[in-house]
């Protein structure tokens, strides 16, 4: 009687994961997909320039590019052309914020502190003859737990920010967004 009843569990055990792997495939071939169409959209080499009231930056050519009418301007960047809907998507998905913030390089930054983050190393750089405090952070809270916000002195009174949220397993994220942050220009 147990030797039956240990069979009868090992078949329905088999049984039941058979069709829950049957029922899995097509979720599972959608994620591939959506995966593959966000690995693509990064692993572009050619770049377009954004020029706006004096300053300018590159990004993937086949990247989103919203422009919010605020003043002063806000620029979104997305490798996705659409909202994602699920946690997979986010792992090879960038989206990187480009902003022109009122105050000086220090106002800026010390009013950026982001409770639930982790910062992890701060660079001192040059980018386009200015200089610029790069902040790598971990655990920010976004869907996004990876960010890369770089702070440029645009001006005495105005400071470039350019935010990165990615996913650090995306292999091809930290190359992408080095090129995009460095390629910000600000008036001579």
Do not use: C
């Not at 605020?70 to 914020?97: H, M, W």
Request: charge should be positive; charged fraction near 20%; glycine fraction near 6%.
């Amino acid at each position: 009687m147990k030797k039956r009843l240990m069979i009868a569990i090992a078949v329905g055990a088999a049984v039941f994961s058979s069709t829950a792997s049957i029922a899995q495939e097509p979720l599972q071939q959608n994620r591939q997909r959506t995966h593959d169409r966000l690995t693509i959209a990064q692993s572009t080499t050619r770049f377009k320039t954004q020029t706006e009231k004096g300053f300018s930056f590159q990004y993937p050519a086949n990247w989103r590019l919203e422009k919010n009418s605020s003043e002063p301007p806000y620029f979104i960047l997305t490798s996705y052309r659409s909202q994602i809907n699920n946690r997979t998507g986010f792992a090879s998905a960038i989206k990187t914020d480009i902003s022109l913030q009122p105050g000086s390089m220090e106002q800026v930054m010390s009013g950026d502190r982001g409770e639930t983050s982790r910062r992890v190393r701060t660079e001192r750089l040059t980018i386009g003859g200015r200089q610029a405090v790069r902040r790598w952070i971990k655990e920010s809270g976004f869907d996004f737990p990876d960010v890369v916000v770089t702070y440029i002195r645009y001006s005495d009174r105005q400071t470039a920010v350019l935010a990165s949220y990615y996913t650090a397993s995306n292999s091809n994220a930290v190359p992408l967004i080095r090129q995009i942050h460095q390629s910000f220009k600000g008036p001579r």
